[in-house]
Nanobody
Framework: QVQLVESGGGLVQPGGSLRLSCVAS???????MSWYRQAPGKQREFVAT???????GYADSVKGRFTISRDNAENTVYLQMNSLKPEDTAVYYC????????WGKGTLVTVSS
């Protein structure tokens, strides 16, 4: 079993930046890692993903602003969030997939002036 713990959320003004982290309890070197988010009153949506080989994919809404990366030695996945907009406000969840899919409990990002 893999436990995932997200951190780095908080309150930021529009145009600001945050870096989210997701630390896994065991090796994720063979796992596909992803970030999802759920805004108030909305369904959970895909944000970004990174494969075993380091290939990345992003939702159109965050392309050019967010960057997903991984540090397998530290069992950690990151989401660098730049040029934040109020519509980015959501709980952000980390997901890890290999033979089984695991979810973190989420970290809240609030973008407001």
């Amino acid at each position: 079993q893999v436990q995932l713990v997200e951190s780095g959320g908080g309150l930021v003004q529009p145009g600001g930046s945050l870096r989210l982290s997701c630390v896994a309890s065991r090796s994720i070197s063979r796992n596909i890692m992803s970030w999802y988010r759920q805004a108030p009153g909305k369904q959970r949506e895909f944000v970004a993903t990174i494969t075993l080989g380091g290939n990345t994919g992003y939702a159109d809404s965050v392309k050019g602003r967010f960057t997903i990366s991984r540090d397998n030695a530290e069992n950690t996945v990151y989401l660098q969030m730049n040029s934040l907009k109020p519509e980015d406000t959501a709980v952000y969840y980390c997901k890890s997939t290999w033979d089984t899919t695991y979810w973190g409990k989420g970290t809240l990002v609030t973008v407001s002036s």
